[in-house]
């Protein structure tokens, strides 16, 4: 829909993407393929090994190919500044942390001929013993200093083992959620040019500062020395969040041939080695609660993996803290570190493995509890936030529940496993929470500047994943501007606009937004003041950071939402299939009913996907995922999502930001899979506590 | 993503294709629709140095009545053949299983000789073929010869098929009313099938005559599932359930992350039994 919207009326409308026709003619220039003079073509020389050094690198053979400008490997490379990233300061020895890291590059005129001359570097390694096989019961587990984010990694509320030994319903059991790789449907790319002194990279990034502030310092340059650009990505699911070493290789590769761009994708097997991925989770869940089903305590521990080179810790325990009311509360975590590739952030980091596991264990405990999975949830229901002390400055979950029960048809449910059967399928229906924390990122500035036409320019260094923001910030700025939609224009996706913090953690619109509205109300206060409520014939514009929120050390601030399944599985094969999800969310003021829809959308059937497809297999003999292309890590088609009914509670936040919206990109994902899960516990009576669920699980 | 260098052969005949074979010797290929090939090629499990296009041999492109058998031209696409009368009404479970290959565009541009002379027991039409006890006409420098699907698949993507040889014909019975079946079982839509069960059921005065049966990705070849075959000849139509249950017999597929060997022997009992049933009731 393209209607016109009124003035001050454009938050909430399902106004299409402004860039969408864009896209659609294939017009939208996305990083590879910004159009530059002579550019070289880099392909990257990758490890075989998964941990040793490189003893030694003969390029001969490919330097003296056709074609071929140079060949990068660490004995040439330019030094790098020691950062302490180890993931990112490539080339500067011959040291192989895992296999895929990369080891050096060749660039040439053509990318057909960098490729070639790739396979014609011959290397040598001194090898290592491999050490990749991710176990709970290895020796050398460690508690990390911190988690992602920022969370401590161990918290305890009350006595959790009094508590569990004295529960009249105990419950314990242990879940697990595989590797899993982001994915999206665009690979990382860059094109890397160096000129005096100053880099310029066309990125395929969730936040062109984040990339600045992280490759800035490894060149030794100012942060303004290094220009982002990158109007339009093709998805990142956290993947894009922070650069990963791709952005370095071909920054490195762009100082060999100054002056000339080079260009660099990833294809989609180095997806499965360089670009970052969810850990896999272990995870013991111990319940306790009294004969009515109140619970009295609530345990995660959680064992994960990191890689030995870099450290990074899921905060997979910490929607436990929070999610249900107990005396007693307690989390950990512990790490292995292995010879593997560096895990990051993948959509709902924490919550979607974390959520996974709780609410398969909080359906198993309500049925322990001889309580229906929805009143169970409710009367579960805190009074405040556990974790801080807070209280909610909304708290949505209950309305999901009780809405998302009455458009599926919940009531009336015989809880009875395999008590439904159409032919040869069981069928069943399954319920699971989900949640996710409102978060707001610090270092954001905007322009506004008004023309005497009536017309507004907007500028944020913002990014557009696939999300939406080219249109919804313009919603915002509109509405608080008191104009129509059409008379804004958005400029992002660039470090020539002012500073912003990335598409991550949901926290976009919160970040992006509050700032627009920040500089919206000086523009209007300026041209009041200044100008007699008149735009002056040579325009106006005014400038603002993001103000601090003082709401936020006296709210817990969380989004909510209920996924309703139904599964259907074929008792004979183990067959499962789902015909229809009903999620009900609670994000407070939704700025786009149209790209909202398709948020909630893309979380809900990535969920269904790790419930059922998603598995990056590992060789633990070599270090390396098996199933690295699309033909053997399994994604859902079309074909394989029934239908999908999706809403939202109206909801009214004056907390969380100036919009009273939460973000909404993440929590689609979080709890579906449980969902699913229990759906398929209802259909067969066989529980599977380990993602995914394969048709051999429910074959006994 | 890009395949190592090749030379692109046209052949504008049959005949001109085998010529151009023994001139290239066995690093050349047949480039039919090139949908099994190029994949390969892309990811360097393949890399002849000749591909000698049979694409624009029209004459390779038929479906035919010929007595109680349809011949079927190489180069027919598995759409025409999804999509033919004359294969719907007298050999059903070509049409049907024709039209579960791949996705539309593989449909559209993948040959069935193609596919069979790729040779993958992982696609769902070898199997097919297996227990319609189909012909292959053959081409090639020493002449023409027929051999029979049973002697065609020799192991894991190799054939009976010479490197100066082409496939120009497949040869099916009509079905004349015998009952048929083809069961596959993937985990994601359109994608190879974890297993596959062909049956043709032909019955006489209420029990059962004769069953064909023959797997997809049971084995590095199609194979056929001879003890439930050998258990339902002459035998009830009571007996499906029981004969079923031997269908795995004598087989050790292949485990992979797709599923175990077990679990494919459990699937191939299953499909079985259900491929059964239904070509019964058909």
């Not at chain 1, 860059?190 to 990339?211: K, M, N, P």
């Not at chain 1, 030995?308 to 292995?336: P, V, W």
């Not at chain 1, 005497?452 to 910030?473: C, N, P, Q, R």
């Not at chain 2, 007996?239 to 050790?252: L, N, R, V």
């Amino acid at each position: 829909m393209t209607a016109t919207q009124a003035p001050g009326k454009s938050v909430g409308a399902p106004i299409s993407r402004v860039e969408g026709h864009l896209k659609v003619r294939g017009a939208a220039t996305y990083a590879y393929e910004h159009r530059l003079d002579e550019p070289a073509y880099l392909h990257p020389l990758q490890s075989t090994i998964a941990n040793g050094r490189v003893a030694k690198i003969d390029a001969s053979r490919a330097e003296a190919e056709p074609g071929v400008v140079a060949v990068l490997t660490h004995e040439n490379a330019p030094k790098l500044e020691a950062v302490g990233d180890a993931e990112l300061e490539i080339l500067q020895n011959g040291e192989v942390g895992f296999r895929g890291q990369f080891i050096g590059a060749v660039i040439a005129d053509t990318f057909e001929a960098a490729r070639y001359a790739a396979g014609l570097v011959e290397i040598e390694y001194e090898e290592r013993e491999t050490d990749a096989d991710f176990r709970p019961d290895r020796d050398d587990l460690y508690t990390p200093e911190q988690l992602n984010a920022g969370f401590e990694p161990d918290t305890s509320v009350g006595d959790v083992d009094g508590a569990l030994a004295s529960a009249a319903v105990k419950f314990d059991a242990t879940y697990t959620t595989p590797r899993e790789h982001n994915n999206p449907m665009e690979p990382h790319s860059s094109i890397a040019v160096w000129d005096e002194g100053e880099l310029t990279l066309y990125e395929s990034t969730q936040g062109v500062y984040w990339t600045q502030n992280t490759i800035a310092p490894l060149f030794g340059l100012d942060a303004e020395k290094v220009h982002v650009i990158s109007p339009h990505v093709g998805g990142g699911f956290g993947s894009k969040g922070l650069p990963h070493a791709n952005v370095v290789l071909a920054a490195l590769a762009a100082m060999l041939v100054e002056g000339r761009p080079v260009k660099f994708a990833l294809t989609r097997h180095m997806m499965f080695s360089v670009a970052g991925y969810r850990t896999p989770t272990i995870q013991r869940i111990r319940l306790g609660a009294d004969a009515e089903g109140k619970l009295s305590a609530i345990c995660n521990d959680v064992v994960e993996q990191t890689s030995k080179i870099k450290e990074f810790a899921e905060q997979t325990g910490t929607s436990a803290r929070m999610m249900y009311d107990s005396s007693n509360i307690q989390t950990t975590h512990l790490l292995a570190a292995l010879d593997v590739a560096v895990p990051s952030w993948l959509r709902a980091p924490g919550e979607a493995p974390g959520m996974f596991a709780l609410e398969s264990a909080m359906d198993e405990m309500a049925i322990e509890c001889d309580l229906d999975p929805v009143e169970f949830r409710i009367m579960n229901e805190p009074e405040k936030d556990l974790e801080s002390g807070l209280p909610f400055s909304s708290r949505g979950l209950v309305a999901c529940l009780r809405e998302g029960a009455e458009r599926f048809g919940w009531d009336g449910r015989n809880p009875t496993p395999r008590s439904e059967r159409d032919g040869r399928w069981l069928v069943g229906t399954g319920v699971a929470s989900s949640v996710y924390p409102v978060f707001s990122m610090g270092g954001n500035a905007a322009t506004i500047r008004a023309d005497s036409d009536g017309k507004y320019v907007v500028e944020i260094g913002a990014a557009d994943i696939g999300t939406g923001t080219w249109t919804t910030l313009g919603q915002i700025a509109a509405d608080e501007l008191g104009v129509s939609f059409e008379d804004v224009e958005m400029k992002i996706g660039d470090t020539k606009f002012p500073n912003a913090s990335g598409a991550g953690g949901s926290s976009g619109i919160t970040s992006w937004g509050s700032t627009l509205v920040e500089a919206a109300r000086s523009l209007r206060e300026k041209i009041e003041a200044e100008h007699g409520g008149n735009i002056p014939d040579e325009g106006v514009e005014a400038s603002a950071k993001m103000p601090k929120n003082p709401h936020r050390k006296e709210y817990a601030m969380y989004a909510f939402g209920a996924h309703f399944v139904e599964a259907r599985v074929d008792e004979d094969t183990g067959e499962v299939r789902v015909p229809r999800m009903t999620s009900v969310f609670a994000a407070g003021r939704i700025i786009n009913a149209k790209t909202a829809r398709s948020q909630f959308m893309g979380g809900m059937v990535m969920g269904l996907s790790a419930a059922l497809h998603e598995e990056s297999v590992l060789d633990t003999r070599f270090g390396h995922v098996v199933n690295h292309d699309f033909a053997e890590y399994h994604i859902p088609t079309n074909a394989d999502v029934g239908e999908l009914d999706i809403s939202w509670i109206e909801e009214d936040d004056p907390y969380v930001n100036p919009m009273g919206s939460k973000g909404i990109g993440e929590i689609g994902i979080v709890g579906s899979a449980a969902a699913v899960a229990n759906a398929v516990y209802h259909a067969t009576g066989t529980r599977v506590r380990e993602l995914p669920i394969t048709p051999d699980k429910l074959i006994s | 993503m890009i395949p190592l260098k090749f030379d692109y052969e046209v052949a504008e005949s049959a005949q001109h294709a085998v010529e151009l074979l023994g001139q290239h010797g066995d690093e050349a290929k047949l480039l039919a629709g090139g949908h099994s090939l190029l994949p390969i090629m892309k990811l360097r499990l393949a890399a002849p140095t000749v591909l000698i296009d049979i694409g624009r041999l029209n004459d390779l492109n038929y479906v035919r009545e010929d007595g109680d058998k349809l011949a079927i031209g190489a180069m027919t696409r598995h759409t025409d053949v999804e999509h033919s009368d004359l294969v719907k009404s007298e050999c059903g479970i070509l049409a049907y299983t024709a039209g579960l290959v791949g996705d539309p565009q593989v449909r559209h541009r993948g040959t069935i000789g193609g596919s069979l002379a790729h040779g993958d027991a992982a696609s769902d039409l070898p199997g097919v073929f297996l227990a319609l006890d189909a012909e292959f006409k053959i081409t090639g420098s020493g002449g023409d010869r027929t051999i029979a699907a049973a002697d065609f698949f020799e192991d894991y993507l190799m054939t009976a098929l010479a490197p100066d040889e082409i496939l120009t014909e497949v040869r099916v019975p009509k079905l004349n009313g015998a009952g048929w079946s083809y069961r596959k079982f993937n985990r994601r839509a359109q994608d190879w099938a974890v297993v596959g069960v062909g049956a043709i059921l032909e019955r006489s005065n209420g029990s059962i005559s004769s069953a064909r049966i023959g797997f997809t990705n049971m084995a590095s070849v199609p194979v056929r599932a001879s003890a439930t075959e050998q258990a339902l000849s002459g035998a009830s139509v009571d007996s499906i359930a029981e004969a079923a249950e031997s269908a795995a017999d004598g087989t050790s597929p292949s485990s992979d992350i797709a599923a175990s060997s077990e679990f494919r022997q459990h699937l191939a009992r299953v499909l079985t039994k259900r491929a059964l049933d239904e070509a019964l009731s058909r």
